[in-house]
Each structure stands twice: as structure tokens, then as C-alpha cells.
């Protein structure tokens, strides 16, 4: 039995879509501290630009609502870069509305890069580490909406709940490949995107009565569990939605 605890990602290579911002580029960074090269992700832009010179990390733009252009891009991206060794779907979108208002156009948006993008980009690194005969990570930003629901987010709420079935199955067909399928479903985190609902001091205050442990949670307390999901120390962990929510969802 190896007694040996590792948690270092040195020597691999790690792609990171929605890379260039918020839990993206949270990890990216936990991820390059721990040994890893990284690949960003996102759509370009000279915030892209910017991060990833700041992290010293090739980037691969992409706009993901495009899910007919992935495997094209992605080969791309293996030439020039090399072969990841860890993936991170990272990227995602909502669009709020009640259901019986919310736009078909809304609806396939979401879907097409919270759910379809995810299992585009998971397949084609999936066969290129089969091909290879390599073993691999990847780890999906799931959400409380896996778990539940609030009300104007019928297409977050769908695309997440999806994430969650959809890390189990690819878990369940890669096992025997040797590729560890594994999602994080973060509570309310302190980002870019929930700047709005956390100025607003009655959702501030909702946030931290809800939680148990009473604050918003931070980038690192999602690139933390990260790092461990893909290095040696979680090898025997597969198939797993983890909730990093402070213990939002162990009460009510």
C-alpha cells in the first residue's frame, strides 16, 4: 500500500476553461503554485491576454457557445501546447428569468455552454488520453443548483443538475481508461459575477445567515479542493459532486 501523500501537480499540464476570471482563474493559479503548466481558456480578449502573462500560461481562446467548433479547436490546441493531463470546466453563463418568460434562446445558450460545451470538451480530452494510453483528470464546476433550486434560474438549475449525472457517467465509462471524474459544486462565492448580490446588504445578509459557517467563500476555497481532486493524493476518488458551500446544504 502506498502510504505516500502527494498533493504536487508537477509535470502536468492543465487546461482551464473560463480561465480568465473568477473560479476559473482562482484555480489556474492554485494550480500553477502546485507545479502544474496551465493552459486559459476563455473567449479572447485582452483580459485573457493579461492573466495568463501575469501567470506565465499559454492560452487557448475559444468561444464555447460555439460547440460545433471544439474538436477543431481542440486539436489545435494539443499541437501547439501538447497533451493536458487535467481538465477544468470551468467556463459557464445564466440567464434569469421566471420559466414561463425565459427565452428559448436563453435556454439553448445556457445549456450549449454549461452542459453540451462540458461534455464536447471532456470527450475530445478523453480520447486523446486514451489514445495515449495516459492517465488524467477532470473536474467539473457544478453548483447549489445541482443540489436545488431558487427562483429565475430554470436553465442554470438544469444545466448544473446535468453536471452532476453527467460527472458520474463519464466517470463510470472512464474508470478502466484510468480518468478520475470529479465536480465541485461551490456555495456563494465572494467573484466577479456575484459582485451585485453581495453589495446588496439583504442578500448579503441572507448569505451569512444561511450558511453555517456565516461568511461568502472565497476563490481559494474552491482552487484548493481542486488541486487536491487532480493530483496522486485523490486517486481512489472518482464520480464525486464535493459541496463546497460552508455547510449551506446540510441544513435549512
Same mark, same amino acid.
Request: glycine share 8%.
Given at each position: ?28 493559479? *492554485?494550480?500553477?503554485? *502546485? ?24 492560452? *487557448? ?69 486514451? *489514445? ?7 473536474? !467539473? ?40 471524474? !470529479? ?15 453581495? !453589495? !446588496? ?52
Amino acid at each position: 500500500m502506498n502510504t505516500q501523500l502527494n498533493f504536487r501537480l508537477d509535470g502536468r499540464l492543465a487546461l482551464i476553461t473560463g480561465g480568465s476570471k473568477g473560479l476559473g482563474l482562482g484555480i489556474a493559479q *492554485a494550480m500553477a503554485q *502546485a507545479g502544474a503548466k496551465v493552459i486559459l481558456s476563455a473567449r479572447a480578449s485582452d483580459e485573457l491576454t493579461r492573466v495568463a502573462a501575469d501567470l506565465g500560461a499559454a492560452t *487557448a481562446p475559444i468561444d464555447l457557445l460555439d460547440t460545433p467548433a471544439i474538436p477543431a479547436w481542440f486539436e489545435a490546441l494539443v499541437a501547439k501546447h501538447g497533451r493536458p493531463d487535467i481538465l477544468v470546466n470551468s467556463a459557464g453563463i445564466t440567464r434569469r428569468a421566471p420559466a414561463h418568460e425565459l427565452s428559448l434562446q436563453d435556454w439553448n445558450d445556457v445549456i450549449a455552454l454549461n452542459q453540451t460545451a462540458v461534455f464536447a470538451v471532456s470527450q475530445m480530452f478523453a480520447r486523446h488520453l486514451i *489514445a495515449a494510453k495516459a492517465p488524467g483528470h477532470i473536474i !467539473n464546476i457544478a453548483s447549489l443548483m445541482t443540489f436545488a433550486a431558487r427562483r429565475t434560474t430554470a436553465a442554470y438549475t438544469a444545466s448544473k443538475g446535468a453536471i452532476g449525472q453527467l460527472t458520474k457517467a463519464m466517470a463510470v465509462d472512464w474508470a478502466d481508461k484510468g480518468i478520475l471524474v !470529479n465536480a465541485i459544486a461551490p456555495g456563494f462565492i465572494d467573484t466577479e459575477m456575484n459582485v451585485a448580490l453581495k !453589495n !446588496n446588504p439583504e442578500f448579503d445578509a441572507w448569505v451569512k445567515t444561511r450558511t453555517p459557517l456565516a461568511r461568502w467563500g472565497d476563490a481559494i476555497d474552491i482552487a484548493a479542493p481542486a488541486v487536491f481532486l487532480a493530483s496522486p493524493a485523490a486517486s481512489f476518488i472518482t464520480g464525486q459532486v464535493i459541496y463546497v458551500d460552508g455547510g449551506f446544504t446540510s441544513t435549512f
